[in-house]
């Protein structure tokens, strides 16, 4: 005895169609070509991120200032790309193709290359400026002197 289906009734096989795999593969390849460029290293990208480290490590040299109670030093080679607070053991380095200038009080310099920017117990500092700079373009971080301010700016061309 054969049964015969019901014209409405659903086939029990399984799978995916056509459609539905050319679907999935389109969104696969759009979210793709959306994330891909936010992967790669732009020189933009790279320079952001090395402001933000050297804006870091110099809120954590006024912040360590007044937890102290005493003077300390955020000390940058340009050199070699280098830089900390002086005394404490974790030197960082700028990425390779980033350079640095540095602006601050002369009693401040150490040789051609390093000097340093001072943080006070107040919150205050001696001031200064880095200014990285990477492919065409630059910014700049400021240490304000009067209030130890830390921020981020782009460097006019």
Not at 129 to 151: C, F, K, M, N, S
């Amino acid at each position: 005895m054969r049964h015969n289906r019901h014209p409405l009734q659903r086939s029990t096989k399984t799978g995916y169609t056509l459609v539905e795999l050319l679907i999935v593969i389109t969104l696969v390849v759009a979210i793709s070509a959306f994330l891909a460029p936010m992967m790669l290293p732009s020189p933009a990208r790279v320079l952001q991120q090395a402001a933000g480290e050297i804006a870091t490590a110099l809120r954590e040299t006024r912040r360590e200032a007044r937890a102290r109670q005493m003077r300390m030093r955020f000390s940058i080679d340009t050199a070699d790309g280098r830089y900390g607070t002086r005394g404490m053991p974790i030197a960082h380095a700028l990425p390779q193709d980033v350079t640095a200038n540095l602006t601050t009080a002369e009693s401040l310099l150490s040789g051609d290359s390093a000097g340093g920017i001072d943080f006070f117990p107040d919150g205050s500092s001696s001031g200064g400026r880095i200014v990285l700079h990477a492919a065409d373009i630059g910014l700049q971080v400021d240490v304000e002197w009067l209030t130890g301010r830390i921020r981020i700016a782009e460097v006019k061309p």
